[in-house]
């Protein structure tokens, strides 16, 4: 992964590329491999591998235990004001609580790049691209995550993208991705990811009309042009 592929797969600027970058970095997905020092040197960045992503865990985890062990020790004269009652922590308490915050961290940071997989994979669509991943989105994705899995929400979007795109010229409507995940019908009240499942009303009307409706690439290969004008060929 370079800068320019980044910039020709989402169709933005050099600025904003590097944006992106810097994020995916600090969010530990991907890492530099090698650094440009030109323009016709430019760096090389590569995804990380779950492996090392739990070796950096561990290693925070690790740094956490520690630091919570300096903090939890007294300091020399308030342990002698200490009553024989008192009781410091053990280091299984303090292991513990470093586990919790760890697993803490660990949930954050993994919803964090669910947000940005789910953002990612809608704008690589095409249909609607959004400039960047913004607090409402994330809320958007929070919520939806709670009725539906991570592959049902690509399965609704890659239908989506099939329909909006399909030379059957079926659905028009550019959806943003708030509005995907969270509008409902009016009538029915069901959820536009839902109409786009595979067995979702949406979809099953498109394959429907699909199946009855005349090959569009097929007809316009029966036509020809003539001084700019189409006219069925004979």
């Not at 010229?169 to 995907?180: A, D, G, N, R």
């Not at 409902?184 to 067995?199: G, Y």
Request: glycine fraction near 2%; proline fraction near 1%; include cysteine.
């Amino acid at each position: 992964m370079s800068r320019s592929i980044v910039m020709d797969t989402f169709g933005i600027k050099e600025t904003k590329a590097k944006n992106l970058i810097k994020r995916f970095v600090d969010d530990e997905i991907i890492k530099l491999k090698k650094r440009g020092n030109s323009s016709s040197k430019k760096s090389i960045y590569v995804y990380l591998s779950v492996l090392e992503r739990v070796e950096i865990l561990e290693k925070e985890k690790t740094k956490l235990e520690a630091k919570l062990e300096t903090e939890r020790r007294p300091s020399k004269t308030l342990e002698n004001q200490c009553t024989k009652d008192e009781e410091r922590p053990s280091k299984d308490q303090v292991k513990d609580q470093a586990n919790t915050h760890s697993k803490k961290e660990l949930i954050k940071r993994i919803t964090k790049n669910i947000y940005t997989e789910i953002f990612d994979y809608w704008i690589s669509k095409g249909v609607y691209k959004h400039r960047e991943l913004t607090k409402n989105m994330e809320n958007a994705i929070e919520r939806t995550l709670k009725d539906y899995t991570l592959e049902q929400i690509k399965e609704a979007i890659d239908n989506y993208s099939e329909m909006y795109k399909s030379d059957y010229k079926y659905c028009s409507y550019k959806w943003t991705l708030i509005e995907f995940l969270t509008r409902t019908q009016d009538k029915t009240n069901e959820r536009q990811l839902e109409l786009h499942l595979k067995e979702g009303v949406s979809y099953k009307r498109y394959l429907e009309y699909k199946s009855k409706a005349k090959d569009p690439v097929e007809e316009k290969s029966k036509s020809v042009i003539i001084d700019g004008y189409e006219y069925e060929s004979i």
